[in-house]
């Protein structure tokens, strides 16, 4: 199984490289620019930005039972004094590209022990995709799952206890 993920991880991997290598995007660009999705109708015109996006898939992948966090591990100290300050970056750990029609978004995760892994990524890239779809209303073309770290429940116990005084 492990070898498995790892030929899919590769090939995803090699699959974005050569992307990147040949200069294509993920995404259908079309003529709405990098940093927009851009809906027109007959009443006007709807545009939606990237954070918006990046917003709603931190929301969604927080969510999904068996995530501790997202994010690196800078981000998350980063992150912590942001949430001491009741300024959360719902954005955390999330990088989304955003064409005309199309997302295509990277997510890096931490999951709580003991979780399956490969479960609660599934998880993470059914719920993004889904808030994606209905709230956006955009096509995924692929979520990237990032799993960074595994949190154990006695790292918990170890913050809360008295702070080592060298």
């Known amino acids: 199984m492990v070898a498995e993920q790892s030929k899919t991880n590769a090939g995803t991997e090699a699959s974005t490289a050569a992307r990147a290598a040949a200069g294509s995007p993920r995404v259908d660009r079309g003529t709405g620019g990098a940093s927009t999705s851009v809906a027109e109708t007959t009443a006007g015109q709807t545009t939606i930005a990237d954070a918006v996006v990046a917003k709603i898939v931190g929301i969604a992948a927080r969510e999904v039972s068996g995530v501790h966090a997202l994010g690196g591990g ?19 750990g999330i990088k989304v590209e955003v064409g005309e029609t199309q997302v295509a978004a990277d997510i890096t995760i931490v999951v709580e022990y003991p979780s399956p892994i490969q479960q609660v990524a ?9 808030a994606i779809t209905q709230l956006v209303g955009l096509e995924v073309v692929e979520v990237n799952i990032d799993v960074n770290d595994v949190h154990l429940p006695a790292d918990d116990s170890a913050e809360e206890s008295e702070p080592r005084v060298s």
């Open 122 to 130: 599934e998880n993470v890239r059914s719920a993004v995709t889904a």
């Open 74 to 92: 800078g981000a998350r100290a980063l992150g912590a004094i942001r949430d001491a300050v009741n300024a959360t970056d719902l954005t955390q």
